[in-house]
């Protein structure tokens, strides 16, 4: 199965900055997903970013907020804007179909 | 919509003993089923897939079952040791989107 290379792995920002987060996954794969898993909750899927077309994105979330980029088969990123404390969370990315999925090790974002 | 239930959420218990943990999810309609291991702070490993046409698959000391009708799965972990404590979180898999529990946190205490 695919591995996948994300960091940052934390970060501490200022409410009103924004953070990108890269993914690198060390073989092609056609559909990348992002996720937020907020403290003592589980994941919630964020948008599905595929390779030559824009992120389709889950009800609660919006381009603006976390615009998505995924230039080829093996890159993605994923920022977050205009953070607030409630932005607070872990993120994480992932890879795969059907098969089976394989998670990046996440960000654990601060947001003060 | 899915809901995926992990019961219970959480447990202790002491080195050797067996593990059970219980996922339940209430549209039977999956295609595959997955359970994540996830340590504090982290990203989640891969422990097992069960696909929707297998009842159980197994891996060392992993052994994870799969009930559709009932829509249920099972994940025993055989001997415990304190290296597997961490968050066990299951996630019924369908149209590449997957629904997720809240997870089983354990602690295996030496």
């Known amino acids: 199965s695919a591995v996948i290379s994300q960091k940052p792995s934390r970060d501490i920002c200022q409410r009103g900055t924004s953070l990108t987060i890269q993914c690198q996954v060390d073989?092609?794969?056609?559909?990348m997903f992002w996720y937020r898993q907020q403290p003592g909750q589980s994941l919630t899927l964020i948008a599905t970013?595929?390779?030559?077309?824009?992120?389709?994105?889950e009800s609660g979330f919006v381009i603006d907020k976390f615009p998505i980029s995924r230039p080829n088969l093996t890159f993605s990123t994923l920022t977050v804007s205009n953070m607030s404390p409630e932005d607070s969370s872990i993120y994480l990315c992932s890879a795969g179909q059907g098969h089976g999925y394989t998670f990046g090790s996440g960000t654990r974002l601060t947001v003060v | 919509k899915q809901e995926v239930t992990q019961i219970p959420a959480a447990l202790s218990v002491p080195e050797g003993e067996n593990l059970v943990l219980n996922c339940s999810f209430t549209?039977?309609?999956?295609?595959?089923l997955q359970w994540f291991r996830q340590d504090p702070g982290k990203g989640l490993t891969s422990l097992l897939l069960i696909q929707s046409s297998q009842r159980e698959q197994t891996s060392g000391r992993l052994n994870a079952s799969l009930d559709k009708s009932s829509g249920r799965s099972t994940l025993y972990i055989a001997a415990s040791q304190p290296g597997d404590s961490a968050t066990y979180l299951c996630a019924v898999i369908r149209n590449n989107r997957l629904a997720f529990g809240k997870g089983n946190q354990v602690v295996v205490i030496p």
């Open positions: 970013a595929n390779q030559g077309s824009e992120a389709t994105y």
């Open positions: 073989s092609q794969v056609t559909m």
């Open positions: 549209d039977s309609a999956i295609y595959n």
